[in-house]
């Protein structure tokens, strides 16, 4: 153990109270949570009177209540100090490994210290202040007449609940608690047993072969009852335990109540006289023989793990480092308002790092560019513009443009081999085929289900139809005629315009919805690639992103109305076309359609997707400023930032851990 490195052992003798202070000081900094610790621990179900062992061991009157014996572990040390100095004891709890801060903090003020005594009254109500928890007790003798001896009581187990008192989960608790210090490589176990029952039966033995199947670091110790069968044991004639049996004789209920009575001039006159116990070897009975025992095999024991210090010094600094590691990948600390503001203020800066160089295309300059090319936003949206340009051209449109020249100007141009009577059959057999859906990038979003109610639906739009856009115009005009003369009603256009871009809300929503899509997907993953905690990620963004990009939707909705209802222009080409249009025929009216498209698909763009997503004062990508992190309310800021409680005791179990480990650390220097 690394505690020996720097101390001599040879030549020192039993219960080395330098070293076992070392060894003690290890386990008060909770030490045993992380790595494997020397460790004398005391084992027994609640019959075996395991509470009179200690009480003889410790001379303080162990509370017999079996309530108070259930929960937890106490640390005893006996440290000798120099001669005509007054006995102490001090008693303090240790948290248990993983409890959280607050826990802790209340624990460490707990402290009972320098009293000369400990009567039943006062250890049945130290005991009682540590009853409900799972924590260990620590206390400490020190004294002239003590031996150098440090041990642990577990707590005693038991198979038969109690009504009021103990419960099914109590007695798996207890198992649990005592199994954990049984299955340490270091621990020695000293195994309290009753002489008068059939020791084949009792469940603590058959613990310590399993955690210990060589039997070498078991101790046996045998506390009442005259049975021959246990002599062959206790002079290791059928004992299967290396280190061997002790038997003591506990005081009766008759000696307790006697005040006057002396535990161990009782049990040295019984030892004498009574047989057969009279015929065993002095070093195999009584207290005092148990006490010199449980040194030497705790000299023998630190002896053993000697040449094994390096070994736990490394397993220190290996979960060390890697609790710090856990701790750092946590991010910045969020217990108060300012940590969640300067948290926020964090992100903000390396998100707006990460959207410069995405809108300027410097995707050389962040490995996250190379690694997910879903957040190449610029050139992801330009493709975009480029495809909606495309398919409003193609399929914008309710019927198709023919090169049409009217009669006595030119030849008219021969119709497009999609034209014939039965052209709309054709339409209708192959709708599905010739069909586009207006959404493109329903893949290459993984995130789009929190603004979904935002988006447009999906749906398929088909080609323009292939008959004559010419009839059906002439059967407008038709159904539209009035007393002009030689002109068109206006509202003959209007309705003209109108089911000619009966697909632009289709096909604009649809561009629209991706470029949110698109954007939304960029936020989410340069955000997962900046802040690890889902919670923030989550709150930071639906609700204020979704109005954003709402905005953005209802401007798309603005224009379509503009475009498609109000027939208005300065452009002078839109003019020209018209002033000729109404010169020449009704026939060359879908013209004017086709000028109309090139403004919209241009509004779109340029105010739908531009200004209100990518370039505009409002722009999603803009909502995280520092600006936004200062209008944060705290309750707003405990919302967005503040860690769960779950992250919370994590960060907490670290910190404490990494103290924990510094702590024994240098200690073991």
Known sequence: MAVMSTLKLPGQGLGDPVLLDKIDQLLACNLAGYVNLLQLVVVGDQSSE?????????????????????????????????AH?????????????????????????????HMESLDSESFARTMHEVHETMDVFRLEICGPEEDNLSIIDVPGIFKNTTDGLTTKQDMKMVKDMVLSYMRNPRSIMLTVFPANVDIATQ??????????????????????????????????KTSSLKLGWIVVRNAGQQQLLDQDSNRDVVESQFFREAHPWNNLVKDKVGIASLKTCLQEVQTTQIRREFPKACRMRAEVGRKLKAMKQDLSALGIERSTPEQR???????????????????????????????????????????????????MEEYGFEYRFLNWTPTG???KAEPDSGDSEDS?????????????????????????????????????????????????????????????????????????????SGKWTDLALGYVSDVIDIMHTFILKVLLSICPDEQIRDKFLVDELSKRYKEAMDQAQMILEVERMNLMTLDNKFQQTLDIAQKR???????????????????????????CLLTGPCK?????????????????????????????????QLKMGIQDLETGRKIMM
């Open 424 to 500: 709309d059959d054709d339409d209708d057999e192959d709708e599905e085929a010739d069909g586009i859906p207006v959404r493109k990038n329903l893949n290459a979003s993984e995130h789009s289900g929190t603004i979904d109610d935002i988006l447009h639906e999906q749906v398929n739009i088909r080609k323009p139809r292939g008959d004559s856009i010419l009839a059906w115009i002439e059967d407008q005009y038709g159904a539209s005629r009035g007393f002009e003369l030689g002109t068109f009603q206006t509202s003959l256009l209007c309705t003209i315009v109108n089911k000619q």
């Open 85 to 113: 100095t007054k006995r102490s004891i001090s008693a303090s709890i240790i948290p248990a490994y993983g409890k959280p801060a607050e826990h802790v903090s209340r624990l460490a003020a707990w402290k009972a210290t």
């Open 341 to 391: 503001r300067n948290f926020l203020l964090d992100i903000i800066v390396k998100f707006q790092n990460i959207v410069s160089q995405a809108m300027a295309t410097s995707y050389g300059t962040h490995g996250l560019f190379e690694k997910d090319e879903d957040t190449r936003l610029a050139t992801i949206v330009r493709n975009r513009m480029d495809v909606f340009k495309s398919d």
């Open 50 to 82: 395991k509470s009179s062992v200690l009480e003889g061991l410790t001379k303080l009157p162990f509370p017999r209540d079996s309530e108070l014996c259930t929960r937890f572990a106490t640390h005893i040390i006996f440290r000798r100090t120099q």
């Open 620 to 652: 999603p990508l803009g909502l995280f400023s520092p600006q936004f992190v200062a209008d944060l309310e705290e309750n707003q800021l405990m919302d967005i930032a503040g860690e769960d409680a779950t992250l919370s005791r994590r960060r907490a």
């Open 203 to 236: 469940e603590n033995l058959e613990m310590a072969r399993e955690c210990d199947p060589e039997g070498s670091r078991t101790q046996g110790v045998f506390t009442k009852g005259a049975e021959d069968k246990f002599i062959d044991l206790v002079e290791g």
């Open 585 to 611: 025929s009704h026939q060359e009216q879908y013209e004017i359609v086709k000028v109309a498209s090139k403004r919209f698909i241009d509004n779109i763009c340029m105010q739908a997707t531009g200004y």
């Open 409 to 411: 100007v030119g030849p």
